[in-house]
């Protein structure tokens, strides 16, 4: 990583995790592969950014560690990339086993629950198929219709229009809606070097 942490994917440790280098990552991996009109990709970054605003509108008072949850939904892929569903599958390996484990890591990072609740989990799906009927009709040349079969409706009263942001504004973004998170959930994480033993 950026930060000088050395990752070990197949045994990950929280003490490996900055959020710098998860924005950082993130802010450069592009949805749908690229395959998005506009001057910039739209980023894993932004796209988390939406489908954390997504879920607190749907479900208003969302605690903020929850809303801090859906932010870091995708985190993992910061170092695996955004690979689609069907792909996973076909890779023939356990991939979510994987993922899971690395995303129980940059929970405990960053003061979450390995697992978060299964209510949480499905509202977090909800959040991100919603913004993925937007990217689809917006940016990806989806139909509305093709979209709604796809990904199902968006939640009532929420719009969105979509402007893919260039990746270092992403990231400042990203960045900064963690810390303001984090500070409202009342998680203050101790920089990993402080576990540093060497």
Not at 3 to 26: C, K, N
Not at 33 to 54: D, K, P, R, Y
Request: proline share 7%.
């Amino acid at each position: 990583m950026l930060s000088g942490r050395r990752l070990d994917l197949l045994d990950p440790s929280p003490m490996d995790i900055e959020i710098e280098d998860i924005a950082h990552g993130l802010a450069r991996v592009a949805r749908w592969n690229g395959q998005t009109t506009g001057e910039h990709g739209f980023s894993v970054a932004q796209h988390s950014m939406v489908v954390e605003e997504i879920a607190a509108h749907i479900e208003p008072g969302l605690e903020p560690r929850w809303r801090l949850a859906a932010l870091l939904h995708d985190a993992p892929e910061y170092v695996i990339g955004d690979m689609i569903s069907p792909f996973k599958t076909a890779l023939g390996i356990n991939y979510r086993e994987f993922e899971d484990r690395l995303e129980a890591a940059i929970h405990i990072r960053f003061g979450l629950p390995a697992k978060v609740p299964a209510k949480i989990k499905a509202l977090i799906k909800q959040a991100d198929r919603a913004c993925a009927y937007f990217e689809a009709t917006q940016l990806a040349g989806f139909t509305s219709a093709e979209s709604l079969k796809l990904f199902g409706a968006p939640p009532s009263g929420y719009l969105l229009t979509i402007d893919p942001q260039p990746a270092f504004v992403a990231q400042d973004h990203y960045v900064r809606r963690f810390h303001l998170l984090s500070e409202a959930a009342g998680y203050s994480p101790t920089p990993a070097a402080a576990f540093d033993t060497e």
